[in-house]
Nanobody, 115 residues
Framework: QVQLVESGGGLVQPGGSLKLSCAVSGSIFSINTMGWYRQAPGKRRDLVAD???????DYADSVKGRFTISRDNAKNTVYLQMSSLKPEDTAIYYCSATVNIRRYWGQGTQVTVSS
């Protein structure tokens, strides 16, 4: 059994920062790509950023220059540092990881950007 547990969401003012964390636990042989997706009300779930086991990253155009994804392979954890947050970043953020060649999802964490 593999679990992904996210933390770090919350309410922040426009221009502020938040850092999300996602820890993978369970029967782990290998973790390949890890990433963050988000889903706003009435919209589809879209990629925010992902990172391979080798450290290669990819970002949605809307977050480039503002968000940074990183991972700690020793801790099986992926992070998303979000800066210069905008109201349109408001969404539920989901962690994803390919563990033992199967894709898993976290339960989601709410990020709200509002004054």
């Amino acid at each position: 059994q593999v679990q992904l547990v996210e933390s770090g969401g919350g309410l922040v003012q426009p221009g502020g920062s938040l850092k999300l964390s996602c820890a993978v636990s369970g029967s782990i042989f290998s973790i390949n790509t890890m990433g963050w997706y988000r889903q706003a009300p009435g919209k589809r779930r879209d990629l925010v950023a992902d990172i391979t086991s080798g450290g290669s990253t990819d970002y949605a155009d809307s977050v480039k220059g503002r968000f940074t994804i990183s991972r700690d392979n020793a801790k099986n954890t992926v992070y998303l540092q979000m800066s210069s947050l905008k109201p349109e970043d408001t969404a539920i953020y989901y962690c994803s990881a390919t563990v033992n060649i199967r894709r898993y999802w976290g339960q989601g964490t709410q990020v709200t950007v509002s004054s």
